[in-house]
T-cell receptor, first 116, second 117 residues
Framework: AQKVTQAQTEISVVEKEDVTLDCVYE???????LFWYKQPPSGELVFLIR??????QNEISGRYSWNFQKSTSSFNFTITASQVVDSAVYFC?????????????FGGGTRLMVKP | KAGVTQTPRYLIKTRGQQVTLSCSPI?????VSWYQQTPGQGLQFLFE???????NKGNFPGRFSGRQFSNSRSEMNVSTLELGDSALYLC????????????????FGEGSRLTVL
């Protein structure tokens, strides 16, 4: 069975602060994918990033960065210099390699509120 | 390029009724999956279709069913509605042409919000 835990249900920061969203996962698969999605108020989920389980290299994309640590089963997401437009619900997700990412297990989500 | 379109966006039904939700994927995307989002259970996978065949199925009762047509459009049906079926139903499509490089990269619609009274 797979499980994704996002312990932070809600985070509130002031604009320009850095914020880290935590994600811990459980899986028996030896190879798997990890993802982050963003859900703005309009409802549709927006894909942010995918990592393969054999690639622990951290990634930076603009103000976003991701820290994947297999030893602690964590895949944390940091937003640097947060902006009001970053306000949304963020979901971490997991998928086994066998279904090629066609079947995602999502965490409960973290609601991020960035205040001006 | 048009995104994933779901209809209807909002609907209200009563217990015992049935409902059909529709999803039009991005042009060229042949994989369509459905997710249920509720405050209590969060986002849960319902099923995934590819080329008119159900390829994966989540842990939902038989009242939940779906299908995909030859043009990749998909419908899901919930029969004998229960109060607990009130949820946002999200459809997602995926470009399957390059499996590894697009794995899990789903394009979601804005969802159909179902309220069961």
């Amino acid at each position: 069975a797979q499980k994704v835990t996002q312990a932070q249900t809600e985070i509130s920061v002031v604009e320009k602060e850095d914020v880290t969203l935590d994600c811990v996962y459980e899986t028996r698969d030896t190879t798997y994918y990890l993802f982050w999605y963003k859900q703005p108020p309009s409802g549709e989920l927006v894909f942010l990033i995918r990592r393969n389980s054999f690639d622990e290299q951290n990634e930076i994309s603009g103000r976003y960065s991701w820290n994947f640590q297999k030893s602690t089963s964590s895949f944390n997401f940091t937003i640097t210099a947060s902006q009001v437009v970053d306000s949304a619900v963020y979901f971490c997700a997991l998928s086994g390699f066998s279904n090629a990412g066609n079947m995602l297990t999502f965490g409960g989500g973290t609601r991020l509120m960035v205040k001006p | 390029k048009a995104g994933v379109t779901q209809t209807p966006r909002y609907l209200i039904k009563t217990r015992g009724q049935q409902v059909t939700l529709s999803c039009s994927p991005i042009s060229g995307h042949r994989s369509v999956s459905w997710y249920q989002q509720t405050p209590g259970q969060g986002l849960q996978f319902l099923f995934e279709y590819f080329s008119e065949t159900q390829r994966n199925k989540g842990n939902f009762p038989g009242r939940f069913s779906g299908r995909q047509f030859s043009n990749s459009r998909s419908e899901m049906n919930v029969s004998t509605l229960e109060l607990g079926d009130s949820a946002l139903y999200l459809c997602a499509s995926r470009n399957q042409q390059r499996t590894r490089s697009t794995a899990g990269e789903l394009f979601f619609g804005e969802g159909s919000r179902l309220t069961v009274l």
